[in-house]
């Protein structure tokens, strides 16, 4: 059986990275709505934003991969 500290140690990582992933989810939602607003203004322009739209959400997911890995490492 693992002593108590660690085991509370281990809860407080994971509600760490919980909080951690409103940023990605935030950022995510953000480059979706301009891209969206975007092509409402100018919808000749959809497939350049869209584009740059993934590499962003590459990115950010990128992001919240390496959160939850430090989530588990530490």
Known sequence: MLPLD???????????YGLATLGPALGVAWIFSSVITGTARQPEARGAMLSTAWIGFAVVEALAIIGIALAFVL
């Open 6 to 16: 660690i085991a509370i140690n281990g809860s407080l990582n994971m509600l760490g």
